[in-house]
């Protein structure tokens, strides 16, 4: 029972940066474990960031790690993710999505996912 909203897409030069936001309309949000993933044309969706109920614990993807951070503010329903050095291979419409249940450590494919956003578009341009 959440609705989940990206927004803050667009282009961008390379080495630049973008910060998306993902707004829950939902209750208990921070009873959700919310991630970040990321699908380019012709390829399958790609985990990008993940982050724990409280915040404690986060996992990157290792093309991103040292790059990109996902945050969240548990008190305005919001999950971000700021991406700094963007490169053209991050061009990819960007998905938040909501788990349930207590912290895991596995959260590197959509099946884990039960709710989510319609993407927002970034691209990077050379």
């Known amino acids: 029972q959440v609705k989940l909203v990206e927004s803050g897409g667009g282009l961008v030069q390379a080495g630049g940066s973008l910060r998306l936001s993902c707004a829950a309309d939902?209750?208990?949000?921070?009873?959700?474990?919310m991630g970040w993933f990321r699908q380019a044309p012709g390829k399958e969706r790609e985990f990008v960031a993940v982050?724990?109920?409280?915040?404690?614990?986060?996992n990157y993807a290792d093309s991103v790690k040292g790059r990109f951070t996902i945050s969240r503010g548990n008190s305005k329903n919001t999950v971000y993710l700021q991406m700094n050095t963007l490169k053209p291979a991050d061009t990819a419409d960007y998905l938040c999505?909501?788990?349930?249940?207590?912290?895991?450590?596995?959260?590197?494919?959509?099946?884990?996912?039960?709710?989510w956003g319609q993407g927002t578009q970034v691209t990077v341009s050379s």
């Open positions: 999505a909501a788990a349930g249940g207590p912290w895991s450590g596995t959260y590197f494919t959509s099946q884990r996912f039960d709710y």
């Open positions: 939902g209750r208990a949000f921070s009873d959700y474990v």
């Open positions: 982050i724990s109920r409280r915040g404690l614990y986060t």
